[in-house]
């Protein structure tokens, strides 16, 4: 079997927690324990011209190779094009893009440098997996430097359409650089559309059926790979919680109220500021849930460097103020904000104590934490997702309340919806997205993403010959 190499920006390091590393660098750490094989990243570390070679050590069947940045490339490439270019960008968040020659560049250079580091680890057989929009060139510096080995991509946010992306200065370079792939995973088949119509429409490539791509003389796939979550897991920590004390301080502080819960990065992606104002809306014009519901939003600080974030917080802190000042009594606080993180398994106890999941994205390429709100409930006593049509989820969780997250009073009128709705319709939603949950796990994903990486160039001739 091939051996699986991981590149993420991200390493979760053999001791780090669950609560910490999040659960996708969860997922992949497992991946690679059971298989056996080299993750590489950024070690978290910067240094003035530091040299092409990582720290290398091992824990169990697994290599970490973890490599310091320059600290102005590190800057350009994570808060600058990264962040402040493609994350907006494929968020269709024109408004907060910034393009600058220096952060492309920075980019650039850190993607050559974690080339040059890596070639020396690599086999000619290794199925190398690359992670998210901070790699796009890599596949393309390891060609530059000789390696015509299998390599993958899995882009984990949303592909804009041609219209938005075509907002992007360098936006024939970079599907230039993803054309050095063999396989070009997305989200949903939303995404696959967009980056195909603009292969086709914009830089002259052709597709055959089956997702293949030919740009220049270049072939690779696209096709798209929904993420999923440790569905067992997730069920096994919620129940696990019930008569926990972690369970019983909550409840106790319900004091027998009901629960809307949402859990967000504090990311302008998110729709924070409309899913307060929903919650804000629900208690002005259905005066009954008043005192009734307690909304909890958990929503941990996230690239605090970017001067966007910082708005933000200072945004929700005034919204949220306002919507408790506005209805609060002496003995209810209707918000509930807390921006830190918490481990999985209380996660997990408040998802299932919450009668209504909030997650209203204004995009997002999948959202994990829908599913994790529909593992954890109790299958007898189902709460009801109230999902953002415009999260990759939605197309697969057919048993949530889709709602557009730019109309205010519809969302709030789909928490009125949640928090009433009758019993047997709760179960029978609840279960039409169970059977997603359970079906499409994060091993499945995994699995099938390394399967059609091994297969795809077998269709294309051995590495090499393209
Ligand atoms: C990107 C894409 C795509 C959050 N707070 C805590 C905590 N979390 C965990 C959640 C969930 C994860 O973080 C967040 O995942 P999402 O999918 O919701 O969002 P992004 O971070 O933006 O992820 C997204 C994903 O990649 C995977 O492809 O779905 O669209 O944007 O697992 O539970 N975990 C813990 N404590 C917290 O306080 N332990």
């Known amino acids: 079997m091939a051996r699986l190499v991981i590149v993420s920006n991200r390493v979760a390091s053999p001791k780090e927690r669950a609560a910490k590393a999040g659960g996708l660098a969860v997922a992949l750490r497992e991946a690679l324990s059971q298989r056996g094989g080299l993750w590489f990243g950024w070690s978290g570390e910067t240094e003035i011209n ?32 990264a962040n402040g270019t493609l994350w907006p960008l494929c968020h269709y968040r024109l408004g907060l893009l910034t393009f600058r020659r220096a ?39 390891l060609r530059k430097l000789g390696f015509a080995g299998r390599i993958g991509y899995f882009h984990h946010i949303p592909w804009p359409t041609p219209e938005v992306y075509l907002s992007l200065p360098s936006h024939a370079a970079l599907v230039d650089d993803l054309s050095h792939y063999d396989l070009v995973g997305l989200q949903t088949e939303n995404d696959v559309r967009a980056l195909l119509t603009y292969i086709s429409s914009e830089v002259h490539g052709w597709i055959a059926p089956g997702g293949t791509v030919g740009l220049k003389d270049r072939r690779f796939r696209v096709a798209a790979y929904p993420i999923g979550i440790d569905a067992e ?7 696990k919680s019930v008569g926990k004390d972690e369970e019983r301080r909550l409840n106790e502080s319900l004091a027998g109220r009901r629960l809307a819960v949402g859990v967000d990065r504090l990311d302008y992606s998110k729709g924070l500021p409309g899913k307060f104002a929903a919650f804000g809306e629900l208690l002005r014009s259905y005066p009954e849930h008043r005192s009734k519901v307690t909304m909890m939003q958990v929503a941990p600080l996230s690239r605090s460097e970017v001067a966007e974030y910082q708005a933000l917080r200072r945004e929700l802190e005034e919204l949220g103020g306002a919507i408790n000042g506005e209805f609060a009594e002496f003995d209810w ?4 904000y807390l921006n830190r993180p918490f481990q999985r398994a209380t996660l997990a106890a408040i998802y299932r104590r919450a009668l ?12 994990l934490v829908a599913k994790e709100y529909v593992a954890a409930q109790d299958p007898e006593d189902p709460g009801v997702l109230v999902l953002s049509r415009f999260a990759g989820a939605a197309d697969e969780l057919k048993g949530s309340l889709l709602v557009n997250p730019y109309d205010i009073e519809g969302m709030a009128a789909a928490m009125d919806r949640a928090l009433t709705m009758p019993l047997e319709e709760r179960r029978q939603r609840w279960r039409t997205n169970m059977d997603n949950v359970e079906t499409n796990t994060i091993h499945h994903w995994c699995q099938r993403f390394i399967d059609e990486l091994t297969n795809v160039t077998d269709q294309f001739g051995p590495p090499g010959d393209q």
Request: aromatic share 12%.
């Open 50 to 81: 530091p040299p092409d070679t990582p720290k290398v050590f091992r824990s169990g069947r697994v290599t970490y190779a973890l490599l310091n940045l320059d600290p102005e490339d590190q800057r350009a490439h994570y808060a600058g094009y």
């Open 103 to 141: 952060d492309w560049e920075g980019y650039r250079r850190v993607n050559e440098h974690f080339a040059r580091a890596l070639l020396p680890l690599l086999k000619p057989d290794d199925n190398i997996w690359v992670h998210d929009y901070h790699f796009i060139p890599l596949a393309a510096e």
């Open 333 to 336: 606080v209707p918000l509930r």
């Open 233 to 239: 897991a997730f069920v096994s920590d919620a129940r």
């Open 356 to 367: 209504v999941g909030v997650v209203t994205p204004l995009r997002d390429g999948m959202n």
